[in-house]
């Protein structure tokens, strides 16, 4: 199967700073990537679509400005959590599809282990 | 707001029972999937069923779906201690205008499985 990274794996902050997650496909290449948030014993919420070449596809009621993402590679998104706060304290799953998504099929994702964030 | 709702929201068992859990989802689908998530972790896929499809299985795992009833079954057989984990539905939507392989998730089942 495909491997997905994330780094880092947990981080603790202080409020009001910024934190960077990455997510990494290791052994595939990625145009899209996905990022979730999920609060304890709950559901994945999914925020963003990650597009490599393009700006991010935020879902309703996610900031754009407060979780800033960018496809740098085809293998690497990077999700920016700016100005964190306490209420942001999560955890985040980025996920990537191998191979083309057709307009018909949705393909299995590949879900990182996740980035537990904890702002202080 | 969440595509699924996966019931029961916990299960508990013996060893060698069955396990089954349901979803229901709101709009129609392309397909649904099937993960398993252990606590702290990432999710990991087990099973794809398409809007076509009926039935499907994957050794242990039988997938149905009624698209009719817009709902979905896993059935677990044979339960092991390591089965032990949260299990949630995931429907890729059949609406031409959405991103491609966006996935929502329905709240989960955390099933509990006892040796």
């Known amino acids: 199967g495909a491997v997905v990274s994330q780094h880092p794996s947990w981080v603790i902050c202080k409020s009001g700073t910024s934190v960077k997650i990455e997510c990494r496909s290791l052994?595939?290449?990625?145009?899209?990537m996905f990022w979730y948030r999920q609060f304890p014993k709950q559901s994945l919420m999914l925020m963003a679509t990650?597009?490599?070449?393009?700006?991010?596809?935020?879902e309703q009621g996610v900031e754009k400005d407060k979780f800033l993402i960018n496809h740098a590679s085809l293998t690497l998104s990077t999700l920016t959590v700016t100005s964190a706060h306490p209420e942001d304290s999560s955890f985040y799953i980025c996920?990537?599809?191998?191979?083309?998504?057709?307009?018909?099929?949705?393909?299995?994702?590949?879900f990182g282990p996740g980035t537990r964030l904890t702002v202080l | 707001s969440q595509q699924g709702e996966e019931d029961p929201q916990a299960l508990s068992i013996q060893e060698g029972e069955n396990a089954t859990m349901n979803c229901s989802y709101k709009?129609?689908?392309?397909?649904l999937q099937w993960y398993r998530q252990n606590s702290g972790r990432g999710l990991v896929h087990l099973i794809l069923?398409?809007?076509?499809?009926r039935e499907k299985h994957s050794g242990r795992l039988r997938v149905t779906l009624d698209t009719s009833k817009k709902s979905s079954s896993l059935l677990i057989t044979a339960s092991r201690a390591a089965d032990t984990a949260s299990y949630f539905c995931?429907?890729?939507?059949?609406?031409?205008?959405?991103?491609?392989?966006?996935?929502?998730f329905g709240r989960g089942t955390q099933l509990t499985v006892w040796p």
């Open positions: 995931a429907t890729a939507l059949a609406d031409r205008g959405s991103t491609l392989g966006r996935l929502y």
């Open positions: 990650s597009n490599e070449g393009s700006k991010a596809t935020y």
């Open positions: 052994d595939f290449q990625a145009t899209t």
């Open positions: 996920s990537a599809p191998k191979g083309k998504t057709s307009g018909r099929d949705g393909n299995e994702q590949f």
């Open positions: 709009t129609s689908i392309n397909n």
């Open positions: 069923i398409r809007s076509n499809e």
